[in-house]
């Protein structure tokens, strides 16, 4: 099955700086890539996917980056700011209602 | 849109009760919806897989019998934990899928279950 692996566990930047958590994955079939943000005590928000017949997708301060042949994809925070602190889950997918396969979560710390 | 509900957000039950958990898509109609279950500072566990009409698909490990899963209509899928013990208590997330040439999940607040 798949196995999807997230790297760092925690994060902690200065408020402006950039933030970057990776993920691989290990089953090539897997052609779509959310990202998730979840506040403490709540569910899950989607804040950007990718499916894998693009390589990067951006919006406004949050971009997404496929290595389809690594089997590695990134979320890029630019100009973080403290209510960016949250924890970051990354996702796998085959698609067609397929299940998901998550990371383990990297908590991110934005300080003022 | 995309807009998915769960009730409640917490609840407190006695050791050997039955809790039940609604999860609603409030906007669109999902075909499938996802429970899940997430211990303190741990990653999401996917619990069952719930198709609209039919029964639902129990991950390997994940007592079918204990935790009842009821998709009934096209908005609506349940979870209920029968003869809750204290081991049960967890955050508990349902997530629907919206449908149509996208497999995009979106996930509810969340159920808080504390059993006694």
């Known amino acids: 099955g798949e196995n999807v692996e997230q790297h760092p566990s925690t994060l902690s930047v200065q408020e402006g700086d950039s933030a970057v958590i990776k993920c691989t994955y290990s089953?090539?079939?897997?052609?779509?890539f959310p990202w998730y943000k979840q506040e403490l005590g709540k569910g899950p928000q989607l804040i950007i996917d990718i499916r894998s017949n693009v390589g990067e997708k951006k919006d406004q301060r949050i971009a997404v980056t496929l290595n389809k042949t690594a089997k590695h994809f990134s979320l890029h925070i630019t100009e973080t700011q403290p209510e960016d602190s949250a924890v970051y889950f990354c996702a796998a997918s085959k698609g067609n209602f397929n299940k998901f396969y998550f990371g383990s979560g990297t908590k991110l710390n934005v300080k003022p | 849109g995309a807009v998915v509900s769960q009730h409640p957000s917490r609840v407190i039950c006695k050791s050997g009760t039955s809790v039940k958990i609604e999860c609603r898509s409030l906007d669109f109609q999902a075909t499938t919806m996802f429970w899940y279950r997430q211990f303190p500072k741990q990653s999401l566990m996917l619990m069952a897989t719930?198709?609209?009409?039919?029964?639902?698909?129990?991950e390997q490990g994940v007592e079918k019998d204990k935790f009842l899963i009821n998709h009934a209509s096209l908005t609506l899928s349940t979870l209920t934990v029968t003869s809750a013990h204290p081991e049960d208590s967890s955050f508990y997330i349902c997530?629907?899928?919206?449908?149509?040439?996208?497999?995009?999940?979106?996930f509810g607040p969340g159920t808080r279950l504390t059993v006694l």
């Open positions: 719930s198709n609209e009409g039919s029964k639902a698909t129990y």
């Open positions: 089953d090539s079939a897997s052609n779509y």
């Open positions: 997530s629907a899928i919206t449908g149509g040439s996208t497999d995009t999940q979106y």
